[in-house]
């Protein structure tokens, strides 16, 4: 229950401080997953409603072989249904599941002061898994108890979380269907589970720009399909383009449209932006591609900064005639990119750094994110 994990939480959150960091080497901690002390399970069942969340040592979570995430997970087509009680039953009569894994990405910095913690914008992730969930046919937990759930998972793994400066704490949860699903049985668990990792810069370049190829046979999404939701099988569905993509030297995958295969759409990671003569422009969100909310803030903090933005198709064409392309996302934060390769033809962006525009955007971002400077906006929770 939550009352035991607030006793967790006392424990671990106000005697630790920067003298209570865990041993690693803060220096060097890259993009890979650090076992941590806690993970928060939450589980609901038949009634769509979530309860008795807690927290539990970090470590494996034991599930049926039959288990939905397992046995329908990378598929991705999946039955398009109003409500959940709808959705029980037509899984009653179809014996047909769909795509039961949802997941978010989300960060906590530690303020300069070493003690106090900021999360951003919390309640868009409970907002956007609230929203999958619904294209998924799986029952959410509320705003509220996701938000609780993350801040007490980042409570209790306080000492995980890097000094200022060294990187942050990424926030991983999880919504799956964990219940046996094969034949005409009563309907499945669903398993809410958040845990975390410390992390620094999620490409090998660390801050240096990226290079990216435009794909050309494999598509990421389609109209009328599940590209705009954060659900596990959209990014199984790139691995493949993404590690042939690797294997020649480029940082990652940016899809096209697939029915003019002509309008950008999003890199396998993150969001895509271009600036041409101060106005930028970014594939509005139409479906196909994730709503990230780093790619909503930058829209924003590029509006107060009195800069012209504009949501709309955006041509490859455009992208190679750019003078500045960058990409957003949690994990990315604001990666600029160096190079873009089409067909045969490479471009190049900028001498080997950020544009100035780009460069501009992340720092007043990443100054806010990080409690650096005034949040003016309002989107940071302090821990
Ligand atoms: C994030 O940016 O948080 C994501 O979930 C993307 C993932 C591929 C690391």
Redesign the pocket.
């Given at each position: 229950s939550l009352t035991r994990c607030n006793a967790v939480l006392s424990n671990s959150s106000s005697s630790t401080d920067m003298t209570e960091l865990a041993d690693i080497d803060w220096d060097n901690i890259g993009?890979g997953l650090k076992q941590t002390d806690y993970m928060y399970v939450m589980k609901c069942d038949l009634d769509g409603e979530f309860s008795n969340g807690e927290l539990q040592r970090f470590g494996n979570i034991e599930v049926s072989p039959s288990a939905g995430v397992l046995n329908y997970g990378q598929v991705m087509d999946s039955i398009v249904c109003k409500d959940f009680s709808r959705f029980l039953t037509l899984k009653r009569n179809l014996l047909v599941l769909s795509d039961f894994g949802l997941?978010?990405?989300?960060?906590a910095y530690r303020k300069q002061d070493g003690k106090n913690i900021l999360l951003f914008r919390p309640e868009e992730n409970a907002t956007r898994m609230r929203n999958g969930a619904e294209r998924m046919c799986m029952p959410a937990p509320t705003i509220e108890q996701f938000v609780e759930a993350v801040k007490a998972t980042v409570l209790a793994n306080k000492r995980w979380i890097p000094p200022p400066g060294k990187g942050s704490l990424?926030i991983?949860p999880l919504l799956m269907g964990t219940g046996a699903v094969l034949g005409l049985a009563p309907a499945p668990e669903y398993t809410f589970l958040v845990y975390v990792s410390p992390v620094g810069n999620?490409f090998k370049e660390g801050v240096a720009p990226i290079n990216l190829i435009v794909e050309n046979e494999f598509h990421r999404a389609t109209p009328g399909g599940t590209g705009g939701v954060?659900t596990i099988g959209n990014?199984a569905a790139v691995l493949k383009a993404q590690s042939i993509a690797k294997a020649k030297g480029y940082s990652d995958v940016l899809y096209l449209d697939c029915v003019y295969k002509r309008f950008l759409e999003e890199v396998?990671?993150?969001n895509i932006f271009i600036i041409k003569d101060n106005v930028i422009s970014t594939p509005e969100i139409k479906g196909t591609i994730?709503p990230?909310i780093?790619r909503k803030s930058i829209i924003d903090v590029a509006r107060t900064q009195g800069l012209q933005v504009e949501e709309r198709n955006v041509t490859v064409d455009e992208l190679l005639e750019a003078d500045e392309v960058f990409c957003t996302?949690?994990?990315?934060v604001v990666s600029p990119v160096g190079s873009i390769t089409y067909k045969d033809k490479r471009v190049s962006y900028g001498e080997g750094s950020f544009g100035p525009v780009s460069e501009k955007l992340y720092t007043v971002l990443t100054s806010l994110q990080m409690g650096l400077s005034e949040d003016n906006m309002n989107w940071t929770v302090n821990l």
């Amino acid at each position: 229950s939550l009352t035991r994990c607030n006793a967790v939480l006392s424990n671990s959150s106000s005697s630790t401080d920067m003298t209570e960091l865990a041993d690693i080497d803060w220096d060097n901690i890259g993009f890979g997953l650090k076992q941590t002390d806690y993970m928060y399970v939450m589980k609901c069942d038949l009634d769509g409603e979530f309860s008795n969340g807690e927290l539990q040592r970090f470590g494996n979570i034991e599930v049926s072989p039959s288990a939905g995430v397992l046995n329908y997970g990378q598929v991705m087509d999946s039955i398009v249904c109003k409500d959940f009680s709808r959705f029980l039953t037509l899984k009653r009569n179809l014996l047909v599941l769909s795509d039961f894994g949802l997941f978010e990405g989300m960060k906590a910095y530690r303020k300069q002061d070493g003690k106090n913690i900021l999360l951003f914008r919390p309640e868009e992730n409970a907002t956007r898994m609230r929203n999958g969930a619904e294209r998924m046919c799986m029952p959410a937990p509320t705003i509220e108890q996701f938000v609780e759930a993350v801040k007490a998972t980042v409570l209790a793994n306080k000492r995980w979380i890097p000094p200022p400066g060294k990187g942050s704490l990424y926030i991983r949860p999880l919504l799956m269907g964990t219940g046996a699903v094969l034949g005409l049985a009563p309907a499945p668990e669903y398993t809410f589970l958040v845990y975390v990792s410390p992390v620094g810069n999620y490409f090998k370049e660390g801050v240096a720009p990226i290079n990216l190829i435009v794909e050309n046979e494999f598509h990421r999404a389609t109209p009328g399909g599940t590209g705009g939701v954060k659900t596990i099988g959209n990014y199984a569905a790139v691995l493949k383009a993404q590690s042939i993509a690797k294997a020649k030297g480029y940082s990652d995958v940016l899809y096209l449209d697939c029915v003019y295969k002509r309008f950008l759409e999003e890199v396998s990671s993150c969001n895509i932006f271009i600036i041409k003569d101060n106005v930028i422009s970014t594939p509005e969100i139409k479906g196909t591609i994730l709503p990230g909310i780093t790619r909503k803030s930058i829209i924003d903090v590029a509006r107060t900064q009195g800069l012209q933005v504009e949501e709309r198709n955006v041509t490859v064409d455009e992208l190679l005639e750019a003078d500045e392309v960058f990409c957003t996302g949690t994990a990315v934060v604001v990666s600029p990119v160096g190079s873009i390769t089409y067909k045969d033809k490479r471009v190049s962006y900028g001498e080997g750094s950020f544009g100035p525009v780009s460069e501009k955007l992340y720092t007043v971002l990443t100054s806010l994110q990080m409690g650096l400077s005034e949040d003016n906006m309002n989107w940071t929770v302090n821990l």
